[in-house]
Structure formats: structure tokens, C-alpha cells
């Protein structure tokens, strides 16, 4: 009989690739046991919560579907829409509770997409102190009826509010994460993908750090169908512009101010990438993506327990580990100024 090996192991002497390839997250816990039953929960009923809960419905990801928003007609009226479509989706049942929390107990997956909103002239650090007198009343609810479920926080601004639902719940961090850069990532492989006339799932490209304005595309690890791009054009001798990838950066970080310019809300692109990470993560599909995860200790990032986004190896048990991506210089200098940037709005909230 002969013995097989993983694909892991194939290094030198049977050494385990995966190991340097991928870091991994410290004081983790290991994932829940779990039958196929598969339950989410989504706290907020707005476009952004109603677009993800949609999406995760048609594409068979579930068996059980719990919904929590204050609102409670509005809520019922949701929750009656989507029942009415069951003879069209994949049987699935759907809950809901505008004050009860007990309707997301045995969660695998919470997806908390509730946050005040802004008022007119009102500071972005008044905002996040309402933001966080919310997350206190809630995360401890849904932490103690699914002590063991998957907490993703999808709510705005998504770095600084994961930290904070990381604290409050008391999860061990690979059970912790913000849907980050994600849908910031998408948007950057549509662009290089339209400029380069080729399907975008044949782009690899990232962009990292805070899901905003200090965000970093990292040019120096894209590929398109294996072909490392800066590195070829330099073989080639093809001129680029360094204006030309700052432009297309800066539409990144601006597309979902047109989106909202334009229709008034996001909610279709959000809901896509947040099912595409919990098929990831209930389906232990260990794929790779750009989430807000806990950053420090990672790419010389010091100074205090920062979340923001890195390329992070996704599976049952939440976070797996974050890849070892080769940086420049440039491009770490960026990604540590982003860190400093959250960690100097944290420590005005008094977590």
C-alpha cells in the first residue's frame, strides 16, 4: 500500500508549506461543532442587512435565517416578503425578533449590519461614540446566545467597530472579523479587469488596511492569469504612469460615494461579498480574503490591537491565518500609517 500525502507537505523532507505561507492568529478557538445545519443571523433590516439576507437565500447557504432590527413593522414586513418567495428559493427558515434575541440562539454566523446614522454637522468621533452605546447593547445579547457563532461586522466604520465588538464580546480574535476591504478588493479587480479587457476572477489584486481613505492597493502583488503585472511591464519595457494606478486607487476608494450619490444607499455589492465570505466560512472553503481582522503583530504593526484589513485565510473556525504577502517598502509605510490612523480614533472611545 502505498502512503499519500496532502499537497501541504509536498516541501523539503515532508515540510508543511502551509506553515510559511500563512501566520497564524494567536489565543484562537477551535470551530464549533456543528451538524449540516447551518444558521446566520443578521441584525439590521436595512437595505445593506435585507441585501445580504436576500443573497444568502438564493444561494443555499442556510437552514435557518434569523433577522433582528428595532423596527418592528418594518421587520415583519421583510420577514413576510421573503417567506412569500419560498416557493422559488431553497428551503430555508426565516425568523425574526425586533426585541428578543433568543430567535438568533445556535447562530454559526452573526452579520451585524445595524449603526447609527450620521447627523448633519456631527463629528465622526460623536458618531462613533453613539455607534459604540448601540454595539453595547447588542453584542452582548447575541454573544450569549451563540456563544460559539462567527461574528462579522459589516456596520460603518467597520474597522474601529469590529475592535469594538472583538472587546465587548469577549470572542477569541479568529472569531472576530469586519467585511474590511472585501468589496473594496472587488471593485479594485473590476477596474484592472475593464482596463485590461479580461474576466476579473482571473485578477488577483488587493487592497489592504482601513475599509476608507488611508486604504493601500498593494501594485506589487498583482497578477493576471499568473503573470505578475508591474514585473512584466518592467521585462517589457512598457512605460506606466504612477498617476495612472493612483487614479484607479482613488475610484476604489470612491465608488461607494457614487453608488450612493446616485441610487442613495449601497446595498447589492455588500450583499454578494458578505455571502461570498459565509459560504467561505461555514463551507470551510479556506480561501483567501481582504477581512478586518486583528493586524497587530503582523507586518510590523505595533503600538496596540488595531483591526483593519489583511488577506486572511478564511474557514469553519472564522480566521485561519494571514498570508505572507510580499510588501514593498512603500506599500508597508502605507499600511502602518493606516494602522496609526484607527488606533488614534480607538483610544479617544475609552473601550
Do not use: C
Request: aromatic share 6%; glycine share 8%; charged share 20%.
Amino acid at each position: 500500500m502505498h502512503k499519500t500525502y496532502s499537497a501541504s507537505s509536498l516541501g523539503p523532507d515532508g515540510l508543511d508549506l502551509s506553515q510559511a505561507f500563512f501566520r497564524p492568529i494567536h489565543n484562537t478557538a477551535p470551530p464549533s461543532q456543528t451538524n449540516r445545519h447551518a444558521k446566520i443571523t443578521v441584525v439590521g433590516a436595512g437595505n445593506v442587512g435585507m441585501a445580504i439576507a436576500q443573497t444568502v437565500l438564493t444561494q443555499d447557504l442556510v437552514d435557518e435565517i434569523a433577522l433582528v432590527d428595532p423596527m418592528a413593522d418594518k421587520l415583519r414586513g421583510e420577514m413576510l416578503d421573503l417567506q412569500h418567495a419560498a416557493a422559488f428559493l431553497p428551503r430555508t427558515t426565516i425568523l425574526s425578533s425586533s426585541s428578543d434575541y433568543a430567535v438568533t440562539s445556535g447562530s454559526d454566523l452573526i452579520v451585524v449590519t445595524a449603526g447609527a446614522r450620521q447627523n448633519p454637522g456631527e463629528s465622526r468621533l460623536n458618531l462613533l461614540q453613539r455607534n459604540v452605546a448601540l454595539f453595547r447593547s447588542i453584542i452582548p445579547e447575541l454573544a450569549k446566545h451563540s456563544p460559539d457563532a462567527i461574528l462579522m461586522v459589516v456596520s460603518n466604520p467597520v474597522d474601529i467597530l469590529t475592535y469594538v465588538a472583538w472587546k465587548i464580546s469577549g470572542f477569541p480574535p479568529n472569531r472576530v472579523i469586519g467585511s474590511g476591504t472585501n468589496l473594496d478588493t472587488s471593485r479594485f479587480r473590476f477596474l484592472l479587469a475593464d482596463h485590461l479587457e479580461v474576466n476579473a476572477q482571473d485578477v488577483q489584486a488587493y487592497v489592504v488596511g482601513e475599509h476608507g481613505d488611508s486604504s493601500v492597493a498593494l501594485w506589487s502583488s498583482i497578477s493576471v492569469g499568473g503573470v505578475p503585472i508591474l514585473s512584466f511591464l518592467e521585462r517589457q519595457q512598457i512605460p506606466y504612469e504612477e498617476e495612472m494606478l493612483e487614479n484607479i486607487h482613488k475610484t476604489v476608494v470612491e465608488g461607494a460615494y457614487e453608488v450612493i450619490n446616485l441610487k442613495g444607499y449601497t446595498s447589492w455589492a455588500i450583499g454578494y461579498s458578505v455571502a461570498s465570505l459565509a459560504r467561505t466560512l461555514l463551507r470551510d472553503q479556506r480561501r483567501i480574503h481582504p477581512v478586518s481582522v486583528l493586524a497587530r503583530g503582523f507586518y510590523g504593526i505595533e503600538g496596540g490591537d488595531v483591526f483593519l484589513s489583511l488577506p486572511a485565510q478564511l474557514g469553519r473556525g472564522g480566521v485561519v491565518g494571514v498570508t505572507n504577502v510580499h510588501l514593498t517598502d512603500e506599500e508597508m509605510q502605507k499600511l502602518r500609517a493606516s494602522a496609526e490612523t484607527l488606533l488614534e480614533l480607538q483610544s479617544q472611545l475609552g473601550i
